[in-house]
């Protein structure tokens, strides 16, 4: 009699013996799910009765959520990717509790990323004040280290990220992802952020937009990346070619400005500098 363990999705009891014809007995152990988490602001723009950057926060969110599919490590019955819109930064520590008692406490996170617009404190809601505030009085529209110090995650041993897309956050020394990545709560987690001013793109590396998209419109088709950038680029990163900017070849993409890179750390460390196509890209990696 042969006795070997054979990973399964979590709904099956751990420990579980099954007899096979052939008189193997297969015991069947349970695997944890492991949870993508994207967060993206539902909100106005800042100012103005429009939504257009909620739709590009949104499209951001959903064209991740398209890379991870069809990235070689996924696993449908393994990994589930959960989308998810908040009002207010508070609400991203609600919807991890819930999620996770959801999961009855079992599930572990791999990965973390919110879509927003960001500054030196963290992640904003323009729209919704924050709990506990960075100021109650000058910044009550990000929220204070200490909430995302509270908030309950569970992550995988290895390999766990969480990414800042919005603007500045890894800008300079001690950046909120640098801080971030010290708390308890982030440890052994790599955090990711921008080190400029976060533009939509239709390409992880190089900053590409469109004559609609710089309008705040056109962001419900084609993919979506928030990469780095600077504002005097808007033009040169403008493709008025007659073809889709969505079809621009590797080599048709160096004519635009390259996206300023991202930093990640681990524990308070620096660990790479490098734009996001090093793990969220539409493209398959020649």
């Not at 393994?78 to 009002?87: A, N, R, T």
Request: glycine letters at 6%.
């Amino acid at each position: 009699m042969v006795v070997y363990a054979e990973p399964t999705d979590e709904k099956l009891t751990k420990g579980m013996l099954e007899k096979t014809p052939n008189h193997t007995v297969v015991q069947k152990i349970s695997r944890p799910k492991e949870l993508i988490l994207l967060f993206w602001v539902d909100e106005r723009n800042k100012g103005s009765l429009f939504y257009t950057d909620r739709d590009m926060f949104k499209v951001a969110a959903d064209t991740r959520a398209r890379n991870i599919e069809k990235s070689p490590w996924y696993i449908e019955d393994l990994h589930k990717i959960y989308k998810l819109p908040v009002l207010a930064i508070h609400d991203i520590g609600t919807r991890v509790y819930e999620i996770m008692n959801e999961h009855e406490g079992k599930a572990k996170i791999r990965e973390v990323g919110i879509f927003s617009y960001c500054g030196l404190d963290g992640p904003i809601s323009y729209h919704s004040i924050v709990y506990p505030p960075v100021d109650p009085i000058n910044a009550v529209n990000q929220m204070n280290i200490s909430g995302w110090a509270a908030i309950k995650f569970n992550w995988i041993k290895e390999g766990a990220m969480c990414v800042l897309y919005g603007n500045q956050s890894a800008w300079y020394q001690n950046s909120f992802a640098e801080k971030l990545s010290h708390l308890e709560n982030f440890k052994n987690v790599e955090v990711w952020g921008q080190t400029n001013f976060a533009y939509g793109s239709f390409f992880p590396d190089y900053r590409v937009s469109s004559t609609d998209r710089n309008v705040g419109i056109g962001w419900s088709y084609n993919p979506v990346y928030l990469v780095g950038g600077l504002l005097s680029e808007g033009w040169a990163a403008t493709c008025i070619r007659l073809k889709s900017a969505a079809s621009l070849t590797r080599e048709e993409l160096k004519e635009f400005p390259k996206a300023r890179p991202m930093l990640s750390y681990i524990n308070g460390s620096k660990i790479r500098k490098s734009h996001q196509g090093v793990f969220n890209d539409h493209r398959p990696h020649i």
